[in-house]
């Protein structure tokens, strides 16, 4: 995450970035199997990687700007010699994305040396650094995870543990972390769980990740979920002990992982993400049913909740939209122009389909809106008689603190208007979403459970599980994000 936000870049935009995290202890060439874990992990981050190794005596790093399979190779492995080794892929929006940003972090501290690779986003990183720089820190990055790094150098606690553990008692907001030093891995997520961690095994090596899907690649065996709040030590004997700085709380994972940013193929809180979105389409599906011929998913995202909707409805499932595939996600463009090309790079009609056709459209959210827009323009400029659209997640209202990439909430369309006018908007002859509930059954539960949630909803419902410090600090008194 990058801590010059929650201020604006040029482009109005908060700058943050979603990420993946990966690591292995106990293995022979740990950088090989840390670089095919993180090309499973693509999708969390597609601007820059890095990966840390250690060998014994001595930490190596390579991090560069772009995909796994640019920045890593056969020679650059080579340089990454060890049995110990974490990386980091990385996704922003926009600016501050400097190799000085790119993670794994590394410092030598008093204690030895540390790296650290982090998923998520700490909302307290700009009073914590103030603090620290007013105290003589001298900060190398603008990244809101070397804040960590501080806290522990400036930690008065002996071990290199009670020193991390310190540090993170300092820190709220939302965080899987993969931290290596000479005694061992380190691997903890945030005491709600907002953010996912897995941990596996390959053969006596034991992995973290932030999806499953990293071990299927890997050929690795699930063990467990990270759980929330709680921090896993292990060290090269192989012995894994677990610590409970936190205490125990009710946990409250991103419910946004099942909605959009999981792979499909990834197991996350128990649950099979695909299974989960198909099951979000058929909820959509009783919610909201529309007469109409076919329905067609906005590709890649909308597919497993059209297949859902599609067999709830008994309409048949159609291919509407070809996908290109050489085409990177087009939310990451920083200007709306830019934006506006790359989805009609990305996606065509297929009017053999479409023309004469009554179609529902699935995708899995409307952020800025621009997706849909264009989408729904295609589908009529391809002869469709009637569009009729159907999102599979509630209404984004509210920013993500927590890393997961939203606009500033004056940018979210939902924020700014109500359904029958984002129906006019996108120009769809009808527009609805899958309510909260819908969303919470989708995923096993019976509802929302107001009160006491089980996921963190705060996109959807402006219900922020943990201090926003950083935002309140900004305007004393009032909370500028709900
Ligand atoms: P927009 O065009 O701004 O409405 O963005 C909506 C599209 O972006 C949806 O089709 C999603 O698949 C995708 N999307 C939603 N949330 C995110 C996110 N946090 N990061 C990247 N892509 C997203």
């Known amino acids: 995450m990058n801590l010059t936000h929650p201020f604006r870049d040029a482009d109005g935009d908060k700058l943050r970035e979603e990420c993946g995290v990966f690591g292995v202890i106990g293995a022979q060439e740990a950088a090989n199997i840390t670089a095919a874990g993180l090309h499973s992990l693509q999708h969390r981050g597609q601007e820059a990687v890095g990966i840390t190794s250690y060998s014994g005596s001595e930490f190596h790093s390579h991090r560069g700007l772009g995909h796994v399979a640019q920045v890593f190779n056969p020679r650059t492995l080579e340089t990454l010699p060890g049995t110990m080794a974490s990386g980091h892929v990385r996704y922003s929006t926009t600016g501050g994305s400097g190799l000085r940003n790119v993670q794994p972090l590394f410092a030598d501290l008093a204690a030895g040396g540390f790296s650290i690779a982090h998923n998520g986003?700490?909302?307290?990183?700009?009073?914590?650094?103030?603090?620290?720089?007013?105290?003589?820190?001298?900060?190398?990055?603008?990244?809101?995870?070397?804040?960590?790094?501080?806290?522990?150098?400036?930690?008065?606690?002996?071990?290199?543990?009670?020193?991390?553990?310190?540090?993170?008692?300092?820190?709220?907001?939302?965080?899987?972390?993969?931290?290596?030093?000479?005694?061992?891995?380190?691997?903890?997520?945030?005491?709600?769980?907002?953010?996912?961690?897995?941990?596996?095994?390959?053969?006596?090596?034991?992995?973290?990740?932030?999806?499953?899907?990293?071990?299927?690649?890997?050929?690795?065996?699930?063990?467990?979920?990270?759980?929330?709040?709680?921090?896993?030590?292990?060290?090269?004997?192989?012995?894994?002990?677990?610590?409970?700085?936190?205490?125990?709380?009710?946990?409250?994972?991103?419910?946004?992982?099942?909605?959009?940013?999981?792979?499909?193929?990834?197991?996350?809180?128990?649950?099979?993400?695909?299974?989960?979105?198909?099951?979000?389409?058929?909820?959509?599906?009783?919610?909201?049913?529309?007469?109409?011929?076919?329905?067609?998913?906005?590709?890649?995202?909308?597919?497993?909740?059209?297949?859902?909707?599609?067999?709830?409805?008994?309409?048949?499932?159609?291919?509407?939209?070809?996908?290109?595939?050489?085409?990177?996600?087009?939310?990451?463009?920083?200007?709306?122009?830019?934006?506006?090309?790359?989805?009609?790079?990305?996606?065509?009609?297929?009017?053999?389909?479409?023309?004469?056709?009554?179609?529902?459209?699935?995708d899995d959210s409307i952020v800025r809106g621009t997706t849909s827009l264009k989408i729904v323009e295609m589908m009529r400029d391809a002869g469709a008689a009637e569009v009729h659209m159907r999102i599979a997640s509630p209404p984004t209202e509210y920013s993500c603190f927590y890393g997961v990439d939203t606009p500033e909430r004056s940018k979210l369309l939902a924020a700014n208007m109500d359904i029958q006018a984002m129906a006019d908007f996108i120009k769809a002859d009808s527009l609805a979403f899958v309510s909260i509930d819908g969303l919470y059954r989708a995923v096993g539960e019976a509802d929302r459970n107001n009160g006491c949630p089980q996921f963190c909803d705060a996109c959807f419902t402006g219900d922020y599980p943990t201090r926003l410090t950083d935002f309140e600090t900004r305007k004393p008194g009032k909370l500028t994000i709900a």
């Not at 290199?160 to 965080?175: C, H, N, P, Q, T």
């Not at 891995?185 to 499953?212: H, K, N, Q, Y």
């Open 121 to 362: 986003n700490i909302s307290n990183a700009m009073t914590l650094k103030r603090e620290l720089v007013s105290k003589g820190s001298i900060f190398q990055s603008t990244s809101d995870t070397e804040v960590i790094i501080h806290l522990v150098a400036t930690s008065r606690y002996p071990t290199l543990l009670d020193k991390f553990i310190d540090a993170l008692r300092m820190v709220e907001g939302g965080y899987a972390l993969i931290c290596s030093t000479p005694e061992g891995m380190m691997a903890c997520r945030d005491p709600l769980g907002i953010r996912p961690l897995v941990m596996g095994r390959i053969g006596d090596a034991i992995v973290f990740a932030s999806e499953t899907v990293a071990f299927d690649v890997i050929g690795a065996e699930f063990i467990r979920a990270v759980e929330p709040g709680e921090l896993v030590q292990v060290d090269f004997k192989g012995t894994v002990s677990s610590h409970r700085p936190f205490g125990t709380t009710n946990a409250r994972p991103c419910i946004f992982e099942h909605v959009y940013f999981s792979r499909p193929d990834s197991v996350m809180d128990g649950r099979s993400v695909y299974g989960v979105r198909k099951q979000i389409g058929m909820e959509l599906a009783k919610e909201s049913p529309a007469d109409a011929d076919i329905v067609i998913p906005v590709p890649d995202s909308g597919v497993p909740a059209a297949i859902g909707y599609a067999q709830e409805s008994g309409l048949p499932f159609e291919l509407g939209i070809i996908r290109s595939h050489y085409v990177g996600r087009t939310f990451i463009q920083p200007g709306d122009a830019a934006r506006h090309a790359d989805v009609k790079r990305k996606h065509n009609a297929n009017r053999a389909i479409v023309e004469g056709k009554k179609i529902i459209l699935i």
